[in-house]
Every structure is written in C-alpha cells, then in structure tokens.
C-alpha cells in the first residue's frame, strides 16, 4: 500500500533513492539543510518539506540518509548541531507508532541508542545501510541490511524492497551497520591483499592475466579478483578498467574501516587487519585519492619498493 514518507538527506544517495519511492506510488515529502538539494530532488519528483518537522508531519514512515552518526543524532533527537533549527527534532514531531529508518552508515553505538530512545518514546526504528552506491541507488538495485525488530521489518520491507534488489533481516537493532562495516572491512582487507599480490606478480615476471586466470579458479578467488581486479583490463566492468573511477570512493572506504575499528575497540574485538586496512587507505586518501575507487590503491603498492 502507497505510504505517506518523509524523507530526511536529499544527497548523492538521498535524492535518487526517494525518487524511487515516488515512483513506486508513495507520498515522499523530503528536507535536506541544503536548499540546492532540495530543489535537485524536486526536479526528480520528489515533494518538498519545508523543515524536518515539516517532513515528519503526516508520515508513516520516515526515512534519514545523513552522513555520520552525529548528523542522524542531530535530526532525530534535537540534539547537537541543528537543534535551534528544528526546533526538538524528528521524534518529537512524530506521531506515536511512526516508523523511523535509518539508511545513513553509522557506528553500531549510535544506531542501537538511538533505536532505544525511539522505542522509549512509543517509535519504531530500523537501522538499515545500504550497499551499491550511487548507480545501485539510481537503479534501485542496493542492498539493505536491517537491523531492528521483527514486526517494524515486516512493515519496511515492502518500502525498502522499492530501493534496492536485496532486503536482508540481519537482527536486532544495530545489527544492520554491524553487517555493513564487516562486509565491507573484508572488502578493504581482500583488496589490499588482491593488490600485494598482483604487484607481486608483477615483479616476478608473472603476466597479471595468467594470476587472474588462476586466481579466479583457486584459492584466492574473491569479489576483489573477480569482479573488480584492481589491474586495468582483467575484468572489462571494474573501476581500474576505467581509470579507478565510478566505484566506491577510497573515502568511504575509510569511513566504514574507521567505523569497524571504532565498534572493535568498543565491543572487545581484534581486528589487526582491519586496522592496518584503515591505516593504509589513510594514507592513501591523505595523498589526495579520496575520490579514487578503492581498487586504485594498488597504485600506491607498485610504487612501494623495499
Ligand atoms: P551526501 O553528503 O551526498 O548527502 C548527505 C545529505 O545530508 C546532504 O545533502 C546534506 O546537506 C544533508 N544533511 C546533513 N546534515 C543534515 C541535517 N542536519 N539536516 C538535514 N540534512 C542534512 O552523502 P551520500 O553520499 O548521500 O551518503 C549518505 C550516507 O550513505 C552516508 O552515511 C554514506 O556513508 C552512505 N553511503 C554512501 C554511498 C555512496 O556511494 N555515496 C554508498 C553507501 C552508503
């Protein structure tokens, strides 16, 4: 059934994916601190909110997709920066039983106190990250990893099934951030070994197409060599085949490797690989190559020479 749905970050993930819900025959009434954005998600649809209380007002379900975890805090409860604008924030705006869904990629802490606080106050809340980025968005193809209750699942799930191929119920709440930063910590940790050993391979005179062939057969094969090589021309769809761009960022690598390590030391993990992945893609973004694609790390690995 169409719902009513504010829809708070109207970014480069936000807009298209807010686009999709109306084009799915929901109401979406959206705000974002950015005017331009707003206007950007006007030109595709979208209706427009004049503040966050505006957009919550009226709505089943309210969707954030904000950049970190403060941002989302902010919005939902008032707090921090924003409170003197939004005048208390989304959940006190909202009507009892609202259901709130967070898309943003946060850390684990704040996802789960802020699912406690909206339960507190007679709220529902689901975080759910998404995975495909801005073309995955587009194309309302992402993947969504849900963390929250049963029952608030059963009734996002039709919603969240409008953005993206894959909904997937990772547990309760905090759960879902949790399955995105050790998804992609593997990521960052397999692409980082994909690239040693290419560079490897290199200097031991070993064409990087026959490593491709045996890789992808044995037992090295993962997603880093088979679907996104970082050596241009092994897999004619990666990033590297196009000059490292139009994938996933170095910097939101590094975001989700900072975010892992953050709910390592939290939760009494050890991750040493994961925190030399994080190390690693710092450096490299600290060398101007946030905008790069992940895969173009290898770059900075051939150049090393010990
Ligand atoms: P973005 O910076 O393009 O968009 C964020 C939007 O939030 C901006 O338009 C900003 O104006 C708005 N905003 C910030 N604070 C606000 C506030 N207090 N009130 C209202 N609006 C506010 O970021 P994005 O690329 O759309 O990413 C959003 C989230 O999705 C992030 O957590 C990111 O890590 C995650 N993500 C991004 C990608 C990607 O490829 N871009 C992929 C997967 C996940």
């Known amino acids: 059934a169409p719902h009513t749905i504010g829809f708070i970050g109207l970014g480069n993930m936000g807009a298209p994916m807010a686009a999709n819900l ?12 950015d005017p331009n954005a707003v206007a950007r ?24 997709m904000l950049p970190m975890g403060r941002h989302v805090r902010a919005v939902l409860t008032g707090e921090d920066e924003g409170s003197s604008s939004n005048g208390g924030g989304a959940f006190a705006a909202a009507a009892p039983g609202t259901l709130f869904i967070d898309c943003s990629t946060i850390d684990v802490e704040t996802a789960r106190a802020l699912a406690a606080t909206a339960d507190a106050a007679g709220l529902s809340m689901l975080d759910a990250p998404v995975s495909g980025g801005v073309p995955g968005a587009e194309a309302a193809t992402l993947a969504l990893m849900v963390g929250g209750p049963d029952d608030a699942f059963r009734r996002a799930e039709p919603v969240l099934a409008a953005m993206g191929r894959a909904v997937i119920h990772t547990g309760p709440a905090g759960n879902g951030q949790a399955a995105k930063i050790c998804n992609n910590m593997m990521a960052g940790i397999q692409m980082l070994g994909v690239a040693e050993a290419f560079t490897l391979a290199d200097r031991l005179g070993l064409d990087p197409a026959r490593l491709f062939e045996v890789a992808s057969q044995a037992s090295g094969q993962c997603w ?38 953050q709910a390592a030391a939290t939760s009494g993990a050890t991750t040493p690989l994961g925190g030399l992945a994080e190390a690693l893609y710092a450096l490299f973004c600290g060398q101007g190559h946030g905008a790069v694609d992940f895969s173009g790390i290898i770059r900075m690995i051939e150049r090393s020479r010990s």
């Open 224 to 261: 880093s060599v088979t679907a996104y090589c970082p050596v241009p021309g092994m897999v004619p769809t990666a990033p590297s085949s196009r000059g490292y761009t139009g994938g996933f960022a170095s910097a939101l690598m590094l975001k989700d490797l900072k975010l892992a390590q």
């Open 41 to 64: 998600a006007a030109e595709a649809g979208v209706g427009t909110a004049a503040s966050v209380a505006d957009a919550v007002s009226g709505a089943a379900i309210v969707i954030t």
């Open 22 to 33: 109306v084009k799915a025959g929901h109401t979406v009434r959206g705000f974002d601190m």
